[in-house]
């Protein structure tokens, strides 16, 4: 493994095309200091550096915010009156934006989560700007329908959609942009007005998305960007004159949203946390299993909802699938985020990082053996070596707990019912993958497995078209695909006698 006392990024990376500048809260079409001027700093994860400060939205800056969302959503207002066709114009052009500007998206994006550019480069700024082009050709496809009623004689009853009004939009730092996308895209196909709240560590890219709303002629007021701590999320799950709150983070967090957002019933969507198991049967295509198994745990260095963090592997196949996982893992190239060849960027903290750490010592107590990795590469930054527990059982805190982090808990069983069992044994339900060359096996398990996204022969992968969220405390709603324009409108019976 190269070392990875990461060198200073602007020494040693030039030049880059991220420029980043003072973050300033975008309301209103505007870039605006916090009302009382505060401030706080986002850092390069993987220099401890910082970047830049980024004004901190109090309530009061918040309630600037919502106002401005609520008169770009009032009747009349140039959104109101945008026609459908229009309005795809504006998602096309924004997407065109983001591609335009990759290169310095990417940039921003992997110096203020620490994730290797070339994910930043091939998967999140990539897929984002598709996002926005999939829901641009819903914009012109939302519509309601005729039905038929059999009550009252003659009548004819028909559905509206419409929008369902200012929505609160709260997403976490593992992947900033890309969540922006999920959300904001279906958001604004239907017609609603956005405050987005990014995480505190990640506000770079929405911030330079801000800008780029006004190039594509979003309208002022449509889009707004209130950056912040937790408060200032709270602050606007709190206002009463927000509609909707759709958030991504974890457990705690969600449980928290949904109480507050009950005092003035609130529309909810939830995309919490996972601990995704991935079951690997002997028959399987070992080797690929195990290569795409190390992409499900160590992708994004293990920062993500969806992680195969629970490796079931059939005995039979146990010491094949398992030398091509540890050798493997040893073989991943940690480095300066910034560089095109480093596939293992920084954890997004300190303390993150000594959480994850604290997690291995956690599964050691518990009997766990560390087959490789289990500590902090170098002294800057806060990068982790990709972590092989083997002998883990399904009760343990290691299997149970989600580690957020490069921590792959490995599991043996027997057969499928005993596979089965215990990948639903779990309080997430997230995802799950499944390895084999039996189809009638994989079929009955994507059945019987307690998931949002069922994966077979593939882990980790989503498409804008395909519904994507959790069963139990992984939340509830589904986004992406059709499913997230049923998240953003209200629908509106029209009954008409015509008797
Ligand atoms: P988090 O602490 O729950 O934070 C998520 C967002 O909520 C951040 O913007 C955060 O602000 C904000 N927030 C914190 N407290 C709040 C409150 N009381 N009211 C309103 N907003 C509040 O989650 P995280 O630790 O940053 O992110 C990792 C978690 O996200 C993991 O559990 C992961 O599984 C989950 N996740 C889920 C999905 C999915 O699609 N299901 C995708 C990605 C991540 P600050 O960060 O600024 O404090
Ligand atoms: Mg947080």
């Known amino acids: 493994m190269s070392d990875t006392s990461t060198p200073d990024i602007l020494a040693d990376i030039q030049p880059l095309k991220a420029k980043p500048k003072p973050g300033k809260l975008f309301i209103n079409g505007e870039f605006v200091d916090a009302q009382d001027g505060k401030t706080f700093n986002t850092h390069y994860p993987a220099t401890a550096n910082v970047i830049t400060q980024i004004a901190e939205a109090g309530t009061e800056d918040v309630d600037r915010a919502v106002k401005a969302a609520r008169a770009a959503f009032s009747e009349g207002s140039p959104w109101r009156k945008m026609n459908a066709v229009d309005r795809t114009r504006c998602l096309l052009k924004l997407a065109e934006l983001m591609r335009a500007n990759a290169e310095e998206l990417s940039e921003l994006e992997t110096l203020d989560t620490g994730k290797p550019i070339f994910e930043s480069s091939k998967f999140d700024v990539p897929q984002a700007a598709e996002c926005f082009e999939y829901y641009a050709g819903w914009v012109t496809k939302i519509t309601g329908e005729t039905i038929p009623v059999s009550k009252g004689g003659d009548a004819f009853a028909y559905t509206l959609r419409e929008p369902i009004g200012v929505c609160g939009q709260i997403i976490p730092w593992n992947f900033p942009l890309q969540m922006l996308s999920w959300k904001v895209a279906p958001a604004l196909a239907c017609g609603n007005t956005v405050v987005l709240k990014p995480a505190e560590q990640t506000p ?5 998305f801000a800008e780029l709303t006004l190039e594509a002629g979003i309208p002022p007021g449509v889009f707004n960007v209130i950056t912040g701590g937790g408060a200032t999320g709270a602050a606007l799950v ?18 928290s949203i949904m109480r507050a957002a009950s005092k003035t019933l609130k529309r909810v969507s939830l995309e919490l946390g996972g601990k995704s198991p991935n079951l690997i049967f002997a028959d399987s295509d070992l080797e690929t299993a ?20 629970r490796i079931f592997v059939e005995e039979s196949g146990y010491d094949q699938f398992m030398s091509v996982l540890t050798s493997r893992a040893q073989k991943m190239v940690a480095g300066d985020p910034l560089h095109p060849k480093t596939r293992l960027g920084s954890l997004i903290s300190e303390e993150h990082l000594n959480n994850v750490l604290n997690y291995v010592d956690i599964g050691k107590k518990e009997g766990a053996i560390v087959t490789t990795g289990g500590e902090r590469i170098g002294t800057k930054g806060y990068f982790m070596k990709p972590t092989v527990l083997e002998g883990v059982t399904n009760s343990m805190r290691v299997a149970q707990e989600e580690i957020f982090g490069p921590v792959a808990s490995v599991i043996r069983f027997k057969d499928a019912e005993e596979a089965l069992r215990e990948a639903n044994n779990s309080q997430f339900g997230l995802a799950a993958s499944i390895w084999t060359r039996d189809i009638k096996k994989a079929h009955k398990l994507a059945r019987s497995l307690k998931a949002g996204t069922v994966w077979i022969n593939t882990i980790s992968t989503t498409d804008n078209a395909l519904p994507f969220g959790g069963y139990k405390d992984s939340g509830f709603g589904r986004e992406l695909g059709k499913s997230a324009i049923d998240l953003y409108t209200e629908t509106k019976s029209v009954w008409v006698d015509l008797n």
């Open 238 to 255: 709190e206002h009463e004159d927000v509609d909707k709150i759709a958030f991504t983070g974890s457990v705690e967090t969600g449980k």
């Open 204 to 208: 770079l890219t929405a911030l330079r």
């Open 290 to 309: 195990a290569k795409y198994a190390l992409g499900g745990i160590f992708f994004n260095q293990g920062e993500m909802c969806t992680a195969g963090s």
